[in-house]
């Protein structure tokens, strides 16, 4: 439903993939209905941790930075017949396929089960898309704002509809899929596929899904997440209330799952992707867990400021959740 109405072809596993590692070179072979293309990846620095770096992500000190050979998304295109494919989710398709080499050979040197990726703003977003339609095993998104995290009917609310009225902010309204720009860093985060939402924004109300269900789907893998506070008179085109919604949401997820400590969301008060080291300590304390195997990461979180949103926490469950996880579980 995410490719259909918003983000265009999402590429599937190929056939068959091959490949070797030699040092910090990954040759990788990707076959497909009848066709082959070759794609490479190169694991640099030193560290166990494999991070696809995104400008302004958060990641361990020590860690290897992942980056990928030039003209694979056209190799991608190709492979599958696409006419468009989002750069984002690409990225989650190359960090599948390094994956499935590092699978197939054990004694490399580098690890598969310690990917991760994160970005902040235009690249929170880029790591949002890129670890929902991969397998990396933790997430770090940061500040991605509209076209990322944002709830869509949230965001309308506010933008167009009653919640005009509570929108407290002297600069602008939340950014959303109808003021998406249409490039930046990481971007573009939509593909022609959500013209028809862009046009009309109202249609949003028509969605089968909103942000928070398709976060959800990193579960049972690692998420931390963040946002910038989002209260009266603060820089408000982020949209922070909008993420904290979708945050909130998804976090029954991993409850339901017995695994709440694998989901971490922080609001705080900084710059635009500034936050300070201890600002975004819950970042550290999961790389403890999912990294190093540190059951004791204080990583259960979920932490809203109640001056840093533009609706009370108290008034979303009745206003936006009108399913219960108990009952979907039954």
């Known amino acids: 439903m995410a490719a ?3 983000y265009g072809p999402v590429p599937p596993e190929p056939d068959e993939v091959t490949g070797t590692v030699s040092g910090g070179t990954v040759s990788i072979t990707a076959k497909a209905g009848g066709k082959t293309e070759s794609f490479s990846a190169t694991i640099s620095g030193s560290g166990d941790v494999i991070a696809l770096e995104l400008s302004g ?7 290897k930075k992942l980056s990928f050979g030039s003209g694979f998304e056209g190799k991608i295109r190709n492979l599958f017949g696409l006419s468009e494919l989002n750069t984002n989710i690409a990225n989650g398709w190359m960090i599948d396929r390094v994956m ?6 054990p004694g490399s040197g580098h690890d598969p089960t310690k990917v991760m990726v994160s970005g902040c703003s ?5 790591a949002y898309l890129a670890g929902v339609f991969s397998r990396a095993p933790v997430v770090v998104i940061v500040e991605s704002g509209g076209g990322g995290v944002a709830n869509l009917r949230q965001a309308e609310w ?3 509809g009653e919640g005009g009225s509570v929108w407290q902010c002297s600069d602008a309204k939340p950014q959303s899929i109808d003021n998406l720009e249409d490039s930046g860093i990481c971007g573009p985060w939509v593909t022609s ?6 046009s009309d924004p109202s249609k949003v109300y028509n969605l089968p899904f909103d942000t928070h269900m398709i976060l959800a789907t990193i579960a049972p893998r690692h998420l931390v997440h963040f946002t910038n506070a989002n209260g009266r008179n603060s820089w408000c085109h982020l949209g922070g209330t909008c993420e904290a919604l979708s945050a909130w949401a998804a976090k029954p997820v991993w409850k339901a799952l017995g695994i709440p400590e694998r989901m971490g969301f922080q609001m705080y008060s900084a710059n635009h992707c500034g936050a300070s ?11 403890k867990r999912a990294f190093e195997g540190n059951t004791s990461a ?3 979180v979920m932490s809203i400021l109640d001056n840093g949103v533009q609706q009370p926490v108290s008034e979303w469950k009745d206003m936006w959740v009108d399913w219960d996880m108990e009952t979907v579980l039954q």
């Open 57 to 63: 992500g958060i990641f361990p000190s020590s860690r």
């Open 277 to 287: 080291g201890s600002q975004t300590a819950l970042a550290g304390e999961m790389f």
């Open 298 to 300: 204080n990583t259960d």
């Open 122 to 126: 235009g690249c929170g977003k880029g």
């Open 100 to 105: 499935d080499v590092l699978e197939q050979n």
């Open 193 to 198: 596929a959500a013209r028809w939402l862009r």
């Open 4 to 6: 259909k109405y918003l």
């Open 158 to 160: 506010f933008r167009h």
